[in-house]
């Protein structure tokens, strides 16, 4: 914690403070278990800093929710006691926090989109952005 007030916390703050738990609590040791939970978390938040420094929002937001459903698909393929699976289930929890604290409605859009047999559109789709960013 520091002597920032919360109003100047960033997206990229709160990502540093999720890795630096991840990799140092102690909680889930990832040299001790390769494959783990904790990989994937890893992994995930590490990729998603670097984009965060040189991506719109949007672009980011289209990439993570589709390698969030690409590493999806992945995990039904493999055995539920498969590591594979629980570091593929990491990584794309981590995913879907960053990508919630970004648009809080996010699931809820999902699901909506989903009853209402909506497919969500792709990154240039300025409408569909606009109703979500404002």
């Known amino acids: 914690m520091g002597d920032k007030t919360v109003s100047e916390l960033t997206i990229m703050d709160i990502t540093e403070r999720m890795l630096n738990f991840s ?3 102690g909680i889930a040791d990832a040299s ?12 995930a938040l590490t990729e998603m800093r670097r984009d965060m420094e040189n991506m719109t929002e949007r672009k980011f937001v289209a ?3 589709e390698v969030s459903i690409e590493k999806g698909d992945d995990m ?3 055995e539920d006691d498969d590591p594979q ?3 593929i289930q990491g990584y794309c929890s981590a995913v879907e926090d960053i990508l919630n604290l970004i648009n809080p409605s996010k699931l809820y859009d999902e ?3 989903l009853r209402e047999g909506i497919e969500p559109k792709d ?4 409408d569909f952005w606009n109703e979500i960013f404002g």
């Open 23 to 25: 990799m140092f609590s």
């Open 32 to 43: 001790d278990c390769p494959g783990s939970y904790n990989d994937g978390v890893i992994d």
């Open 63 to 65: 990439k993570y929710e």
């Open 76 to 78: 039904f393929e493999l």
């Open 85 to 87: 699976a629980e570091y």
């Open 111 to 113: 699901i909506n989109m």
């Open 123 to 126: 990154e240039t789709d300025e």
